[in-house]
């Protein structure tokens, strides 16, 4: 009904890194496969724009958004930032 009910944002780190910087879907359309689309179009625009990979933090408290993560090729990396509340850092080669 021409609602936007999600969100997915990207942030260039360097030359060959981009940053899953935002992931938002409203919660009455979770578990529908919308935020399986955002991802996978977040990632396919990152390999298109030309990046190598793609990271991202989060908190482990987002059990979902994880599962999200992993499903969708993400893997468990280094802290690559340095934001207090992220407790959970994970990549993705495109």
Known sequence: DEKI??????KK???DTV????????KEYRGRGWGRKL?????KE?????????VLDSMSIYKDALRLYEKTGF?????FNDNPYADVFMKRDL
């Open 5 to 10: 009910v999600g969100a997915v944002g990207l």
């Open 13 to 15: 780190l360097d030359d």
């Open 19 to 26: 940053e899953l910087k935002a992931l938002y879907l409203h």
């Open 39 to 43: 991802i996978d179009t977040a990632i």
């Open 46 to 54: 990152s390999g298109r724009l030309g990046f190598k990979t793609i």
């Open 75 to 79: 893997v468990p990396t280094e802290r």
